[in-house]
C-alpha cells in the first residue's frame, strides 16, 4: 500500500484545512484507513478513522465535532476536513492504513491503539494553526 497524502498549511484559529490522502491499493476495501498526528515533542496520536466498505467512521475526543474523515471510493482517496481549528491541532498529519479484520469494532481498536502494528504511513503534511 502506497499513501499519498496533501494539504495543510498555515491558518488562523477558527479556520479550516482539507486534507487528502490518495491510497494506492486495489484492494482498499479490506483496509481501515485514517489519520493520525505528531505535534512536536510528543508521541504520534490517532485522529480519526474510516472504512472503505460500510464507511464507519472513528473520532479521537480531541477533534469529534470539528473534524471529518470520508471517503472517494471512485478515486481511492481519502479526506480530512478540519474545522473550527485550534492552536493545538498543530502538527504533523500522518495518513495510515492496515489490513482490517471482518469486525470493525476489533478493526478499529487495533487501529487506535496498536499503531506500532500499522503497516502504511504516508508522508506527512504540515498544520500550523495559530493564535
Known amino acids: 500500500v502506497q499513501l499519498q497524502a496533501s494539504g495543510g498549511g498555515l491558518v488562523q484559529a477558527g479556520g479550516s484545512l482539507r486534507l487528502s490522502c490518495v491510497v494506492s491499493e486495489s484492494t482498499i476495501n479490506y483496509y481501515v484507513t485514517g489519520w493520525f498526528r505528531q505535534a512536536p515533542g510528543k508521541e504520534r496520536e490517532f485522529v480519526a478513522a474510516?472504512?472503505?466498505?460500510?464507511?464507519?467512521?472513528y473520532y479521537a475526543d480531541s477533534v469529534k465535532g470539528r473534524f471529518t474523515i470520508s471517503r472517494d471510493n471512485a478515486k481511492n482517496t481519502m479526506i480530512l476536513q478540519m474545522n473550527s481549528l485550534k492552536p493545538e491541532d498543530t502538527a504533523i498529519y500522518y495518513c495510515?492504513?492496515?489490513?482490517?479484520?471482518?469486525?470493525?469494532?476489533?478493526?478499529?481498536?487495533?487501529?487506535?491503539?496498536?499503531?506500532?502494528?500499522?503497516?502504511?504511513w504516508g508522508q506527512g503534511t504540515q498544520v500550523t494553526v495559530s493564535s
Open positions: 474510516i472504512s472503505w466498505t460500510e464507511g464507519s467512521t
Open positions: 495510515a492504513a492496515d489490513r482490517r479484520s471482518l469486525s470493525w469494532d476489533d478493526s478499529i481498536m487495533t487501529f487506535t491503539t496498536k499503531k506500532e502494528h500499522i503497516s502504511a
